[in-house]
T-cell receptor, first 113, second 111 residues
Framework: GENVEQHPSTLSVQEGDSAVIKCTYS??????FPWYKQELGKRPQLIID?????GEKKDQRIAVTLNKTAKHFSLHITETQPEDSAVYFC????????????FGKGTLLTVNP | DVKVTQSSRYLVKRTGEKVFLECVQD?????MFWYRQDPGLGLRLIYF???????EKGDIPEGYSVSREKKERFSLILESASTNQTSMYLC??????????FGPGTRLTVL
């Protein structure tokens, strides 16, 4: 089955700096890569996703890049703000499944004012 | 707006008890999922269902079963609760190929 590795497990940045979180996956047939944000005490919510036929996607201050050859994808947050502080999860949908996502273990991002 | 609700936010049970966690969605989504979330381990899939009465094992199904008698309702059952099942349980729903929407979670403590 699919295996997703996520790094780093914790990340601390100053407000206004950029943050990058990286994930690797094992199944070369994986075709969908979402990122979820989970604020303390709240449910995970989708913030951005990318499909395997696209190399990069951007939505305001967040962007995701995908390198299919290397089997890794990254989340980039620019001009970080204290409200970006949360746990971020990457996920991948393996080629053999239409529904199932495999999640990384999460990154705790802290943005210091 | 998708609404996914779970029967309890907090639950305390004793070892050996049978435990039912229920998830209800109001958006006619075909797919429903049960995850458990533990610090440092991320979200791990227990079971999922892609249609009424259909179910598939996820990555950690041992000690759990599920039931989906109606499209909007997906139940997770702990046949005989054990202390190592103390965790946060999250339900999610999705349309095929699309994002998953999560419920608020149930924090289960087994004493």
């Amino acid at each position: 089955g699919e295996n997703v590795e996520q790094h780093p497990s914790t990340l601390s940045v100053q407000e206004g700096d950029s943050a990058v979180i990286k994930c690797t996956y094992s199944d070369s047939a994986s075709n969908y890569f979402p990122w979820y944000k989970q604020e303390l005490g709240k449910r995970p919510q989708l913030i951005i996703d990318i499909r395997s036929n696209v190399g990069e996607k951007k939505d305001q201050r967040i962007a995701v890049t995908l390198n299919k050859t290397a089997k890794h994808f990254s989340l980039h947050i620019t001009e970080t703000q204290p409200e970006d502080s949360a746990v971020y999860f990457c996920a991948a949908r393996g080629g053999g499944s239409n529904y199932k996502l495999t999640f990384g273990k999460g990154t705790l991002l802290t943005v210091n004012p | 707006d998708v609404k996914v609700t779970q029967s309890s936010r907090y639950l305390v049970k004793r070892t050996g008890e049978k435990v039912f966690l229920e998830c209800v969605q109001d958006m006619d989504h075909e797919n429903m999922f049960w995850y458990r979330q533990d610090p440092g381990l991320g979200l791990r899939l227990i079971y999922f269902s892609y249609d009424v009465k259909m179910k598939e094992k996820g990555d950690i199904p041992e000690g759990y079963s599920v039931s989906r008698e109606k499209k909007e309702r997906f139940s997770l059952i702990l046949e005989s609760a054990s202390t190592n099942q103390t965790s946060m349980y999250l339900c999610a729903t999705s349309l095929t190929y699309n994002e998953q929407f999560f419920g608020p979670g149930t924090r289960l403590t087994v004493l």
